[in-house]
């Protein structure tokens, strides 16, 4: 009842500048049409349309000038007051702490850049309730590319504004709804209005309340929206089970590059079902299906096809409770999947003491930027092993390399690592932590760090937490904080 109020009551302080605004969203065709008033009316040849003009806009002249000038100042002053500057075509206002007064003027502020393309007012919790106020005045031909709405508090009525909208916005390239868990009760009002946007290219559902019953309604928009290339509809924790039986639409993404679903809590009918249909989206780039459990002992076959997805860059399938036969089956697809350069592993128990398995992949892998085996319950061997793939001039292009929480690594273990870890000449970040419950005496090792250190120029940050350091060591780090020349982060903790 209060969102009819507001929005009439908005319509009716706007609607005497119809004309003005109309006016000014002409541009310069506005002016040229004005020009061209003037040279008819200085030759003396007045028309039909001339006088319709003077009928309808010389009657107050300079009152409509003075409105258009003062319309143009409140936007200006309204941006001001945000920290902003006035745009043309991108206004980013996220997190601007936006009142609920903000409202009616950002409609107005909107109404005066025809040309914008790209709106970001995520993190404005006062925009939930009021969005058709902010964005009553879009229109069909809007040239808006962008639109994020994250976390903004998004209640089912500004949902189905928004499902009712969207057929008007045809350049539409990226819509972000994440954080807003209401508008799952509106979900069928967006989808309808998704259908007819066909220039989509990113699509964020990230922890949005979606269920089961919610892939129903997304997969029947997904064969209207064949330019899409990100679908994210990760940390929607009561999505799982609903891909059992309605993946079918998800195939027509021909084009889709990224594919979120991390933590939807995936069961192993999903797990079946999707099997039949990412193989064969075959320029997919990223895939994340991390925190998925139930992945660890039904996943065999979608991770043994995966081979199939040659432009594959970045795979990210942390904490997924792998087993043996899961991890195999990734390890001898992973080998076909030369373009790689994000590879996450970490919280899977099962690859400590089977690295070998992945030894080919890590020859192979000359585009791998990201390695992350954290809290893998590797063993010396293991570390081992990879010291040897970096000694013979493999992974040249690691940028990040992540084994901390895997404490059962003994020091020779440490000390064979940091020995090779030198030849990591891109190397930026080095993680190799303990567990919050563990502390333990550095060992000699550490100085083969330091050293390998002076040989790493990229290199910029060494997680080192809960390691202890003797006063001796202590020293030779304060000393070589002293003589480098480069800033290098010791992320200790502070040192016991």
């Known amino acids: 009842m209060s969102q009819t109020r507001k929005k009439t009551s908005s319509e009716g302080e706007t609607k005497p500048q119809t004309s003005i605004v109309n006016k000014f969203l002409r ?3 506005a002016e040229s049409r004005k020009e061209d008033n003037d040279l008819k009316t200085t030759d003396s040849q007045p028309s039909d349309w001339i006088q319709k003009t003077a009928t309808s806009e010389t009657a107050k002249p300079l009152s409509s000038e003075m409105e258009w000038r003062s319309s143009m100042e409140k936007n200006e002053h309204f941006l001001q007051k945000l920290g902003k500057k006035a745009v043309n075509k991108c206004l980013d206002l996220n997190n601007c702490g936006l009142t609920t007064a903000d409202m009616k003027e950002m409609g107005e502020a909107l109404e005066m850049i025809p040309e914008l393309e790209e709106l970001n007012l995520s993190w404005n919790s006062k925009v939930g309730g009021n969005l058709p106020l902010i964005l009553q005045k879009f229109q069909k031909g809007s040239k808006i590319q962008m639109i994020e709405l994250v976390d903004c508090s998004l209640t089912s009525e500004d949902g189905t504004f928004l499902g009712q909208l969207l057929p008007m916005l045809q350049s ?3 819509l972000d709804l994440s954080i807003n868990r209401d508008i799952v009760g509106s979900l069928n009002s967006i989808a309808q209005g998704l259908k007819s946007t066909s220039n989509l290219k990113v699509l964020k559902l990230h922890s949005c ?8 309604i997304l997969d029947a928009a997904f064969r209207y929206l064949g330019e899409l290339r990100k679908l994210d509809l990760s940390c929607n924790k009561d999505l799982g089970g609903g891909f059992e039986d309605s993946p079918a639409q998800l195939v027509m993404l021909k084009h889709l590059q990224v594919l979120d679903l991390h933590q939807c809590s995936l069961t192993a009918d999903d797990v079946m079902s999707l099997t039949q249909v990412i193989p064969l989206l075959s320029n997919l780039q990223e895939l994340d299906l991390s925190a998925n459990k ?20 970045s795979l990210v399938i942390n904490n997924c ?3 043996s036969e899961t991890f195999t089956a990734l390890a001898e697809a992973s080998v076909h999947l030369s373009a790689l350069e994000v590879f996450n592993l970490s919280w899977n128990k099962c690859v400590g003491g089977n690295l070998k398995l992945l030894l080919e992949t890590l020859k192979l892998s000359m585009s791998l930027q990201v390695l992350r085996l954290s809290s893998c319950s590797l063993v010396t061997e293991d570390v081992a092993l990879l010291a040897s793939v970096i000694q013979t001039g493999h992974l040249a292009k690691l940028q990040k390399l992540d084994l ?19 030849f990591l000449k891109e190397l ?6 303990l567990r919050p419950s563990n502390f333990r005496d550095c060992g000699q090792w550490f100085r083969h760090l330091l050293y390998a250190v002076t040989k790493l120029p990229q290199i910029t940050e060494i997680g080192m937490k809960r390691w202890i350091l003797p006063a001796s060591q202590e020293e030779e780090l304060e000393c070589f904080d002293q003589d480098k020349k480069r800033s290098i982060h010791f992320d200790h903790g502070g040192f016991q």
């Open 27 to 29: 541009g310069s065709n």
């Open 172 to 174: 539409l390239e990226v």
């Open 209 to 216: 309340g979606l269920s089961q019953k919610s892939v129903k």
């Open 294 to 313: 139930k992945m660890g002992s039904s996943s065999e076959n979608l991770l043994s096809r995966l081979r199939f997805l040659p432009a594959l860059k």
């Open 321 to 323: 409770a792998l087993e």
């Open 404 to 422: 901390s929480y895997n404490d059962s690594i003994c020091d020779a273990g440490w000390t064979t690592f940091c020995q090779n870890v030198r």
């Open 428 to 433: 930026i970040e080095l993680d190799i932590s």
